[in-house]
């Protein structure tokens, strides 16, 4: 497995809500919750790559030299990954696909002046095919004129260097109204290659199977738990794969008892304690988490 290299507008700065702080400690909520182990994060990509062997679970390592934002779905860029991040929300990688490209369509690629400045209407009608387009117009606009006022332009390539911590990039992004730590994480791990673990509903929901945070987690608590427990290395690799099963098994969404080879692993430790429910039943979304 190979490792990942890792006018100005007068909008004021927008306050960090304090329910992204839990993203960015560097303890984990659950100290005393010792899952994943290493094995076990291990064993589990090991088992999920030989369920989905066609799919890439690592990255291939840039030339240091070369090394710049690298492509998200074919994006350097980090605001526009960001964009990305906030389309494929709550969707389908089909509706975000035709959202994005209407965007860029509508007000020409990274035009973010143009996107920023226009009628929200405008921009609703040029992404409506990726769903709740009157909530996903207005945190793009936010984001791109509180970028604008933060930085005096449309950009955050300042990011990429390497100067700037992993704890360093959450902490601008999820600044952001609308970033939430999952979409921070996704643009750390896909964007700026770097060792981060974002957790969806997917990989939420089959943390919760493999019995690794604990039955009370919620979405945000449970990706500050996991960034920690799994190894760096690991972190890419096991997220697209535990993306693939949970897109692809039919046995392991939420009250359903069919096979599902995470399950089986799972009972094949009934003689631990390691928590959580098996079948995946019961309270899998734990407290109210965020969507982003």
């Known amino acids: 497995m190979k490792r990942s ?19 960015e400690t560097p303890d984990s909520p659950f100290p005393n919750f010792d899952r994943p182990t290493v094995e076990e994060s291990r064993e589990v990509i090991r088992l999920l790559h030989s369920e989905f062997p066609h799919i890439q679970a690592y990255r291939n390592d840039p030339a240091p030299e070369e090394f710049q934002a690298s492509p998200c779905g074919g994006v350097a860029d980090v605001v526009e990954a960001l964009i990305e991040t906030i389309l494929s929300q709550n969707t389908s990688a089909r509706n ?7 965007l860029d ?24 095919t990726g769903g709740l387009a ?28 390497k100067e700037y911590s992993d704890k360093d990039v959450m902490e601008e992004l999820v600044s952001y109204e609308g970033v939430g730590p999952k979409t921070a994480s996704c643009v750390l791990m896909f964007c700026l ?21 604990p039955a009370n987690a919620n979405r945000i608590s449970a ?4 960034d920690l427990r799994i190894p760096g290395e690991l972190k890419y690799g096991l997220h697209v794969l535990m993306i693939a099963h949970g897109r692809r098994c039919s046995g392991c969404k939420n009250r359903s008892r069919g096979v599902c080879s995470l399950k089986t692993y799972r009972m094949g430790k009934k003689g631990e304690d390691i928590g959580g429910d098996v079948h995946g039943n019961g309270n899998l979304q734990g407290p109210s988490a965020e969507a982003a």
């Open 223 to 226: 990706q500050a738990h996991l």
């Open 134 to 161: 009157n909530k996903k117009a207005v945190t793009i606009q936010n984001l791109l004129n509180s970028v604008h006022a933060k930085h005096g332009s449309y950009s955050l390539q300042h990011l990429v260097e």
């Open 5 to 23: 290299h890792s006018p100005v507008s007068t909008l004021p700065e927008p306050a960090r809500p304090a329910k992204k702080v839990k993203a």
């Open 96 to 102: 975000s696909t035709a959202a994005k490209r209407n």
């Open 105 to 128: 369509t509508v007000f020409g690629r990274n035009n973010f002046a143009a996107i920023a400045r226009a009628p929200s209407s405008k921009v609703v009608d040029a992404i409506r």
């Open 193 to 213: 290659e770097r060792e981060s673990f974002p957790v969806d509903t997917h990989v939420f929901r089959l943390s919760k199977i493999l019995g690794w945070v």
